[in-house]
């Protein structure tokens, strides 16, 4: 069977930087696009960012664009994002996900396989 799971999260101060892993199961994951999002506290799960299965377009969401990377290591079944610079109100569940689309990557109802999240809460 077929998981995502995430690891990296945790507690850093603003102005920080953290780098969550996705290690995925199975012989297929090069063949998928890959995507982050989040969900903070009574709101929406929200697009963070997206990779194409070979690594060569990425993706970003407005609120994250030129703090966060996305990246991947096909070899190794991993997916990562390096996000810099911080601000609390980064502060979520960061969730990896799985999609077959080649487009609208920002749309949840795209993936069709997620991970159990990870908390990551930034300080002020």
């Known amino acids: 069977q077929v998981q995502l799971v995430e690891s990296g999260g945790g507690l850093v101060q603003a102005g920080g930087s953290l780098r969550l892993s996705c290690a995925a199961s199975g012989r297929t994951f090069s063949r998928y696009a890959m995507g982050w999002f989040r969900q903070a506290p009574g709101k929406e799960r929200e697009f963070v960012a997206a990779i194409r299965w070979s690594g060569g377009r990425t993706y970003y969401g407005d609120p994250v664009k030129g703090r966060f990377t996305i990246s991947r290591d096909n070899a190794n079944n991993t997916v990562y994002l390096q996000m810099n610079s911080l601000k609390p109100e980064d502060t979520a569940v960061y969730y990896c996900?799985?999609?077959?689309?080649?487009?609208?990557?920002?749309?949840?109802?795209?993936?069709?396989?997620w991970g159990q999240g990870t908390q990551v809460t930034v300080s002020s």
């Open positions: 996900a799985r999609t077959n689309a080649m487009s609208g990557f920002a749309l949840k109802s795209w993936y069709d396989l």
